[in-house]
């Protein structure tokens, strides 16, 4: 079991239809330390008028650890694009879509892209809206896959990257603040791992 923690922003620019968004995040191979990966992204979307879709293009900063040990195992330099479309279903069902394009850098690796997918539900419990007091259930899915197999030195990796499988439990705080925390089952075609999670959104 490992822990993770995030911090989520976003902002509007004067209630335009662009804005900012970032998270840090801390992971952990155990719950209370042994670094898995520390990540720093940030990026500014877009929003089309008359619609609830979100356009984004950003750059993130990852360092990686090694299992029980303090040694760092690589650095990398990520550009990234996506969209996200939220989607009502009913009076309760609250998802979205995120499709996501990564070019990545990494430390003694050849250049390298990754698809992402993700699903993500929430279900509003005490109320029917996703409003402040309102507790909710959170679950979502992505899949990850390589953009190639040979990343350099002579070493192959499989398309298929990892999946990551989430189930938690949400609180609204206020208009502008959420927090969750759950758990994640993270599996590639050579190991999984469970996780728990804690998450705090906040709409600056």
């Not at 923690?5 to 902002?11: E, L, Q, R």
């Not at 670094?35 to 940030?42: F, I, N, S, T, V």
């Not at 990398?76 to 979205?96: D, H, M, T, V």
């Not at 499709?99 to 109320?127: G, H, K, M, W």
């Amino acid at each position: 079991m490992g822990s993770w923690f995030m911090y989520a922003f976003n902002t509007e620019i004067n209630e335009s239809q662009w804005g900012f968004q970032g998270d840090i995040q801390h992971r952990n191979w155990n719950v209370s330390g042994d670094l898995e990966q520390l990540l720093l992204r940030g990026g500014v979307h877009y929003t089309p008028k008359n619609s609830r879709l979100k356009l984004t293009a950003g750059y993130a900063y990852i360092q990686s650890g090694y299992y029980d040990s303090s040694e760092i195992q690589n650095h990398e330099n990520r550009i990234y694009q996506e969209a996200r479309i939220p989607q009502k279903i009913g009076s309760r069902f609250y998802l979205a879509h995120r499709f996501r394009f990564e070019q990545r850098i990494v430390q003694n690796q050849d250049f390298r892209t990754r698809f992402r997918y993700a699903l993500s539900i929430d279900v509003p419990i005490n109320n029917r809206l996703l409003i402040p007091k309102t507790w909710y259930v959170t679950v979502y899915d992505e899949i990850f896959i390589n953009g190639q197999k040979d990343i350099g030195n002579d070493i192959q990796v499989d398309l298929f990257d990892r999946n990551r499988a989430y189930f938690g439990i949400g609180y609204i705080i206020s208009p502008h603040l959420k927090s969750t925390f759950g758990f994640l089952r993270q599996s590639t075609s050579t190991w999984s791992k469970n996780q728990f999670v804690l998450s705090l959104f906040h709409n600056i």
